[in-house]
């Protein structure tokens, strides 16, 4: 088993002591405390520092489940030894490097292709290593490292992404990290208001009506006020911010889609490319939804909407979604699921016609009644 150290000393270098800062109601160093003590390998979580206010505020908040201590244990053992200021480092990461740690040398992270973790393996002669700073003899900050204090070690690195690689030292630091938890809060936010939304939207998921239209994807349909497509009504499956694979997670893997209508329409790809995906994932995730209709249901008539372009939103690029489109045709075709191409929606920029928008991505009233006619031009070919 690998004890872990949580380094929390303060160092008068910084500007400010950060590690005591609030971050959306919680101290910066409680972030990567909670993700060590969710890792099952640690036989113990030390947190190591020479404040009172910090080893006070760490009782608090985690009581007997770390044992706080103002020096490294003198202990021959494996240690994985992280800053208290990572606030952005997670579980599965600590987990994986501790895997790919090998024994008998040192893991680090770096960024950057960082050289060195610190300027000398032990300070005045002592098995203690130096903080998790960016000194006068360092290259890079680092926000872990695994290795024995108490004998020889070789460097391997374990480079992290941008992201879990901030080690919070500066201003700017901080403001990076507020951000970066703010939109995930957002994201937690947003996975309970998907689920809220199915719990309401039950009924009409397990509705039985086989002369109807279905419609699912995400919340371009779901803000539809639309009750008939080419004289049959609709049941809007549709749910707010859902991506494909929430779609499969929460509602197909689950059996609540019924699949008895006449017609679905499907449309997603928008709350896809919002996330680091590739885009053959995308195409991949997408096309489960087709091939959990056509699995249930195989004379169903299924189209599949194009993802609509967007007009002036930072958080979606209208590149992808081209690139989206180029390979989601290609499947549908290959897959018999009928193409409703949008770019009649699209302004001689190739971006979401003004009047069609109300914020850049979301239809207005005209968008509705321009989509609702590309719908029922096919449905009527369809149907002949």
């Given at each position: 088993?690998?004890?872990?150290?949580?380094?929390?000393?303060?160092?008068?270098?910084?500007?400010?002591?950060?590690?005591?800062?609030?971050?959306?109601?919680?101290?910066?160093?409680?972030?990567?405390?909670?993700?060590?003590?969710?890792?099952?390998?640690?036989?113990?979580?030390?947190?190591?520092?020479?404040?009172?206010?910090?080893?006070?505020?760490?009782?608090?908040?985690?009581?007997?489940?770390?044992?706080?201590?103002?020096?490294?244990?003198?202990?021959?053992?494996?240690?994985?030894?992280?800053?208290?200021?990572?606030?952005?480092?997670?579980?599965?990461?600590?987990?994986?490097?501790?895997?790919?740690?090998?024994?008998?040398?040192?893991?680090?992270?770096?960024?950057?292709?960082?050289?060195?973790?610190?300027?000398?393996?032990?300070?005045?002669?002592?098995?203690?290593?130096?903080?998790?700073?960016?000194?006068?003899?360092?290259?890079?900050?680092?926000?872990?490292?695994?290795?024995?204090?108490?004998?020889?070690?070789?460097?391997?690195?374990?480079?992290?992404?941008?992201?879990?690689?901030?080690?919070?030292?500066?201003?700017?630091?901080?403001?990076?990290?507020?951000?970066?938890?703010?939109?995930?809060?957002?994201?937690?936010?947003?996975?309970?208001?998907?689920?809220?939304?199915i719990r309401e939207k039950r009924e009409i998921l397990e509705a039985d009506l086989p002369k109807s239209v279905c419609l699912a994807g995400h919340s371009q349909l779901d803000n539809w006020e639309v009750e008939e497509l080419c004289g049959m009504p609709v049941r809007n499956c549709g749910i707010r911010g859902i991506s494909s694979f929430?779609?499969?997670?929460?509602?197909?893997?689950?059996?609540?889609?019924?699949?008895?209508?006449?017609?679905?329409?499907?449309?997603?790809?928008?709350?896809?490319?919002?996330?680091?995906?590739?885009?053959?994932?995308?195409?991949?995730?997408?096309?489960?939804?087709?091939?959990?209709?056509?699995?249930?249901?195989?004379?169903?008539?299924?189209?599949?909407?194009?993802?609509?372009?967007?007009?002036?939103?930072?958080?979606?690029?209208?590149?992808?979604?081209?690139?989206?489109?180029?390979?989601?045709?290609?499947?549908?075709?290959?897959?018999?699921?009928?193409?409703?191409?949008?770019?009649?929606?699209?302004?001689?920029?190739?971006?979401?016609?003004?009047?069609?928008?109300?914020?850049?991505?979301?239809?207005?009233?005209?968008?509705?009644?321009?989509?609702?006619?590309?719908?029922?031009?096919?449905?009527?070919?369809?149907?002949?």
């Amino acid at each position: 088993m690998i004890k872990c150290i949580i380094d929390c000393r303060l160092d008068k270098r910084l500007e400010n002591e950060f590690l005591t800062l609030n971050v959306w109601g919680s101290p910066v160093f409680s972030y990567v405390t909670k993700e060590c003590l969710s890792v099952h390998c640690f036989d113990s979580v030390y947190l190591l520092t020479d404040s009172e206010y910090v080893a006070e505020s760490a009782k608090e908040l985690f009581g007997r489940k770390v044992v706080i201590v103002d020096q490294i244990p003198r202990e021959d053992a494996v240690f994985f030894m992280v800053s208290g200021r990572a606030v952005m480092l997670t579980k599965e990461t600590i987990a994986d490097a501790i895997a790919k740690y090998k024994g008998g040398g040192y893991l680090h992270s770096a960024k950057m292709q960082a050289e060195c973790f610190m300027n000398t393996p032990f300070c005045e002669g002592s098995a203690v290593p130096v903080s998790f700073l960016k000194g006068e003899h360092t290259i890079d900050i680092n926000a872990f490292f695994i290795g024995n204090f108490t004998k020889d070690f070789f460097e391997e690195k374990y480079l992290l992404n941008e992201k879990e690689s901030l080690v919070i030292n500066t201003g700017n630091d901080f403001e990076l990290a507020l951000i970066l938890k703010k939109k995930e809060r957002n994201v937690k936010l947003l996975r309970n208001s998907i689920e809220e939304r199915i719990r309401e939207k039950r009924e009409i998921l397990e509705a039985d009506l086989p002369k109807s239209v279905c419609l699912a994807g995400h919340s371009q349909l779901d803000n539809w006020e639309v009750e008939e497509l080419c004289g049959m009504p609709v049941r809007n499956c549709g749910i707010r911010g859902i991506s494909s694979f929430e779609y499969e997670e929460l509602i197909l893997n689950r059996r609540l889609l019924n699949v008895s209508s006449k017609v679905f329409v499907v449309m997603h790809g928008t709350n896809d490319i919002v996330y680091p995906y590739k885009v053959s994932e995308i195409v991949s995730g997408i096309m489960r939804t087709p091939d959990y209709i056509r699995r249930y249901q195989p004379e169903a008539k299924i189209c599949f909407v194009s993802c609509l372009h967007v007009n002036g939103r930072a958080d979606r690029s209208n590149r992808k979604i081209d690139e989206l489109n180029f390979e989601l045709k290609k499947r549908m075709e290959k897959s018999n699921i009928f193409w409703i191409d949008t770019g009649s929606m699209d302004d001689r920029f190739g971006c979401l016609r003004q009047e069609y928008t109300e914020d850049g991505l979301h239809l207005s009233g005209k968008g509705y009644s321009v989509l609702k006619r590309l719908i029922e031009e096919r449905i009527e070919r369809l149907l002949q």
